[in-house]
């Protein structure tokens, strides 16, 4: 949620020409630091993409995985493009 919020941000500072980027991390290392299994970073990064998305497209979202709860979420403005490129 809060990564959409800076995202459409970031979209509207730049008169709508953002590009989404995002990675699960190169180092294993830091995954540790933050207590993260890296095993599970490219399957959580693939869970909250999907959310993204669906907030970019003004969904009212409700989600619940194995390490993050959504409730009734919605951004309060959109991105200025109609397809922000990811």
Do not use: C, Y
Not at 7 to 25: K, Y
Not at 29 to 55: C, F, K, N, W, Y
Not at 69 to 81: E, F, H, K, S
């Amino acid at each position: 949620f809060n990564v959409a919020q800076r995202m459409v941000q970031l979209d509207h500072m730049t008169g709508g020409r953002a590009i989404f980027g995002s990675g699960p991390g190169a180092l294993a290392s830091d995954a540790h630091t933050l207590g993260i299994d890296p095993m599970t970073q490219r399957d959580r990064q693939d869970e909250a993409i999907d959310v993204i998305r669906r907030l970019f497209n003004g969904e009212r979202v409700t989600a619940k995985t194995d390490w993050f709860t959504m409730n009734d979420a919605a951004l309060q403005i959109l991105p200025l493009q109609e397809e922000m490129p990811f």
